[in-house]
C-alpha cells in the first residue's frame, strides 16, 4: 500500500483508525450477567449503568445511564434475533468496556425486527474514544451478530465464562 501524504484524506482517514490492540481477554467472565429479570430497556440500562461503575469501569452511574438514553433517543440500539448493542459515551467511563446481560425473559426494546431483545451486549467507552475504540468495538460485535452460530452459541451458553470466551474469540 503506498504512504499517504500528510494532509490528504487518506491520511486523515487512517489517522482515526486505532491500532490494532489485542481482544482475546478483552470480556471479562465478571462482566457477564446471566438471567437478568429486566422487563424493558429502561430497567437493562439502569442495571448496566450500575454494574460499571460497581465494577470499577464507570464512577458515575448517572452519567453513564444518560448517556445509554441519549444514544437510545437517537435510534433503537435493539438489533435483530434478540440482540441489542446498547452503548455509552461518556467522561464518566474510565476503560473501554464490553458488558453482555443474559436476560431471564423477554425485554420490551424497540429493535429492528420487532421481536424483544434477550441478550444485550453493551459498549462502554470513555468519551475521548468516542471515535476510535468506539467505531472498532462497534463494528466488530455488529459482525459478530450477522453470524447465526454466534448467536446460537450465546443464547445456548449457560455460564458467564463460555460467553466471555465467545465473544473475544471473535474480538481478536
Known amino acids: 500500500m503506498p504512504a499517504c501524504l500528510?494532509?490528504?484524506k487518506q491520511s486523515a482517514v487512517l489517522a482515526l483508525v486505532p491500532?490494532?490492540?489485542?481482544?482475546?481477554?478483552?470480556?471479562?467472565?465478571?462482566?457477564?450477567?446471566?438471567?437478568?429479570?429486566?422487563?424493558?430497556?429502561?430497567?437493562?440500562?439502569?442495571?448496566?449503568?450500575r454494574k460499571a461503575v460497581e465494577l470499577g469501569v464507570a464512577d458515575d452511574e448517572r452519567a453513564v445511564l444518560d448517556a445509554f438514553k441519549a444514544r437510545e433517543a437517537e435510534g433503537t440500539t435493539g438489533m435483530m434475533s434478540g440482540?441489542?448493542?446498547?452503548?455509552?459515551?461518556?467522561?464518566?467511563?474510565?476503560?473501554?468496556?464490553?458488558?453482555?446481560?443474559?436476560?431471564?425473559?423477554?425485554?420490551?426494546?424497540?429493535?429492528?425486527?420487532d421481536k424483544p431483545i434477550v441478550v444485550a451486549i453493551a459498549l462502554l467507552v470513555p468519551g475521548a474514544e468516542a471515535g476510535t475504540t468506539h467505531l472498532q468495538l462497534l463494528s466488530k460485535v455488529a459482525v459478530m451478530l450477522m453470524d447465526e452460530g454466534f448467536r446460537n452459541d450465546v443464547l445456548g451458553a449457560?455460564?458467564?465464562?463460555?460467553?466471555?470466551?465467545?465473544?473475544?474469540?471473535k474480538l481478536d
Open 158 to 169: 449457560t455460564d458467564e465464562a463460555s460467553i466471555a470466551e465467545r465473544i473475544n474469540s
Open 83 to 113: 440482540f441489542a448493542i446498547p452503548h455509552a459515551k461518556s467522561a464518566a467511563v474510565k476503560e473501554a468496556t464490553v458488558m453482555v446481560v443474559k436476560f431471564a425473559g423477554d425485554v420490551e426494546w424497540e429493535s429492528m425486527d
Open 6 to 8: 500528510p494532509g490528504t
Open 19 to 49: 491500532k490494532e490492540q489485542p481482544m482475546s481477554d478483552f470480556v471479562q467472565a465478571s462482566h457477564v450477567f446471566l438471567d437478568n429479570p429486566a422487563k424493558n430497556v429502561d430497567e437493562a440500562l439502569e442495571f448496566l449503568s
